[in-house]
């Protein structure tokens, strides 16, 4: 397996070499990802080469096209080790896979007074559709805490698995505040013996560790292609296809049916019957290239490197006194995200002085309020790694620091 050369790569991604990125250092990469050359090149090879609509036309340039969406289909199976492409459904994101269940499984798979359990790690993608659905449906949401080393409360967990009438889990496999990683295996475990479903979050993970469905045995597993260097607007839900079956369609229209009468709709197979009108097919297409481009680097040597970084910021952040980082102290459970907290300077001025510096972070709630209220904090400074950053860009990190501090007196 090749090593990570993260000069060489980075060279692959045009937004490095653009006149106006020169002094460029991403490290908002837990947001969205740069993308290589190859992704961007399938999405102008399909608009030059193929564009027409998919599933419908009897035309060479449509069947061509249908192939190269369901091929992409395929290699997502194949990329997180479903049983079969029919268990992959495209949607836009994360967002729209959770919602998706959200509203399929409120419909009729849980009942009023049933029980759902998610954590305080969750991204609001993971708590909003559910806390809203318990609310419309009368189901009872009870949210796992975590402790002040910022792992998941498994005590916790286990007292409200044994709860009655628990339906569903829904957890991420990394959280996008903190890194950590929860251990999903016993998780998926405690939940299939109580008989409720499990629904992993993988927005976060899917860049980072090797997912294998079959073997974590979850039931429904989702993530976006923009955090995994492939296009905007192509998000996944994975589905046992027996669930899937069982799940109503979530829109209805156009692609999703097999007859239409006045009077009733006999609705397509699954996985078509929960993908409505004309999907995003160049960007579908060219989420294959971003698979293709995780695979010849080998995901575990991109963890590897990943988490080499990580380790020597976490350590360079520790030579500065000022700093709280807000992540497991034990970097096994975590992933290449490290949040963190300076005292007396809010986080948005500490991205806007990185920003000055070319360093681009994330700075606020991330999308998780929950958390940040558990934590006692408004917000932390972000920075997540991907396989372009370099040691350089830590050494640049720890300067911005400097100023920081000069600027604050701190
Ligand atoms: N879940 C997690 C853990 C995330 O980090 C994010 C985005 O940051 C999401 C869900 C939502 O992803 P998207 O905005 O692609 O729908």
């Given at each position: 397996?090749?090593?990570i050369?993260?000069k ?7 937004i490095?070499?653009?006149?106006e ?8 990469n837990?947001?969205?990802t740069?993308r290589p050359?190859?992704?961007i090149d ?5 608009y030059?080469t ?10 060479d ?10 091929g ?10 479903a049983?079969?492409s029919?268990?992959i ?7 729209e896979?959770i ?9 009729n798979?849980?009942?009023k007074?049933d029980?759902?359990?998610t ?14 659905m318990a609310k419309?449906k009368g189901?009872?949401l009870?949210?796992?805490p975590?402790?002040e080393?910022?792992t998941?409360?498994?005590?916790e967990?286990?007292?409200l698995i044994?709860e009655?009438n628990?339906?569903?889990v ?9 890194g950590?990683?929860?251990d ?6 405690r939940?299939?013996e ?10 976060q993970?899917i860049a980072?560790e090797h997912?294998d ?9 989702v993530f976006?292609s923009?955090k995994?260097f492939g ?5 996944v839900?994975y ?12 829109l209805y ?18 996985p078509w019957k ?11 297409v060219a989420f294959?290239?971003?698979m293709e481009?995780?695979d ?5 040597n991109?963890?590897k490197?990943e988490?080499s ?23 096994e ?5 490290i949040?963190f907290?300076?005292e ?6 500490i991205a806007?002085?990185?920003?000055k510096?070319g360093?681009?972070?994330?700075a606020g709630h991330?999308c998780?309020?929950p958390l940040?209220a558990s934590?006692g904090?408004?917000?932390?400074a ?11 860009d ?5 300067i911005?620091?400097k100023k920081?501090?000069?600027?604050f007196?701190?």
């Amino acid at each position: 397996m090749p090593k990570i050369d993260s000069k060489k790569i980075k060279k692959l991604f045009p937004i490095f070499s653009k006149k106006e990125n020169k002094n460029l250092v991403y490290l908002d990469n837990a947001a969205t990802t740069q993308r290589p050359k190859v992704v961007i090149d399938a999405i102008k090879d399909f608009y030059e080469t193929h564009n027409s609509n998919i599933h419908r036309g009897i035309y060479d340039l449509s069947e061509k096209a249908t192939n190269m969406y369901e091929g992409t289909r395929l290699h997502v199976s194949k990329f997180i080790n479903a049983k079969s492409s029919e268990e992959i459904i495209f949607t836009k994101n994360t967002t729209e896979s959770i919602n998706l269940l959200a509203y399929t499984l409120s419909d009729n798979m849980l009942q009023k007074g049933d029980r759902v359990i998610t954590t305080a790690l969750e991204h609001h993608a993971n708590f909003v559709p559910w806390q809203t659905m318990a609310k419309k449906k009368g189901f009872i949401l009870s949210v796992v805490p975590v402790k002040e080393d910022y792992t998941l409360n498994m005590e916790e967990f286990e007292k409200l698995i044994k709860e009655p009438n628990v339906k569903l889990v829904c957890v991420s496999a990394m959280s996008n505040v903190t890194g950590t990683i929860p251990d999903i295996k016993k998780i998926i475990k405690r939940a299939h013996e109580v008989g409720a479903l499990v629904m992993v979050d993988g927005a976060q993970s899917i860049a980072h560790e090797h997912t294998d469905v079959q073997k974590m045995d979850c039931d429904f597993f989702v993530f976006s292609s923009h955090k995994m260097f492939g296009p905007f607007g192509v998000g996944v839900l994975y589905g046992k296809k027996q669930l899937l079956e069982k799940l109503p369609p979530f829109l209805y229209g156009g692609d999703m049916i097999k007859s239409v009468k006045e009077t009733c709709t006999l609705f397509n197979d699954t996985p078509w019957k929960f993908e409505a009108g004309t999907p995003s097919v160049a960007d579908v297409v060219a989420f294959k290239k971003a698979m293709e481009f995780i695979d010849e680097l080998g995901i575990e040597n991109i963890k590897k490197y990943e988490m080499s970084l990580a380790k020597k910021a976490v350590e360079m952040l520790k030579k500065h006194k000022q700093v709280k980082i807000i992540k497991p102290k034990n970097l096994e459970l975590s992933g290449p995200v490290i949040s963190f907290v300076i005292e007396e300077i809010h986080p948005h001025d500490i991205a806007e002085v990185f920003n000055k510096e070319g360093i681009a972070i994330r700075a606020g709630h991330h999308c998780n309020q929950p958390l940040m209220a558990s934590l006692g904090i408004p917000a932390t400074a972000r920075i997540s790694f991907s396989i372009y950053n370099t040691e350089d860009d830590i050494k640049r990190v720890d300067i911005a620091l400097k100023k920081l501090f000069k600027l604050f007196k701190k």
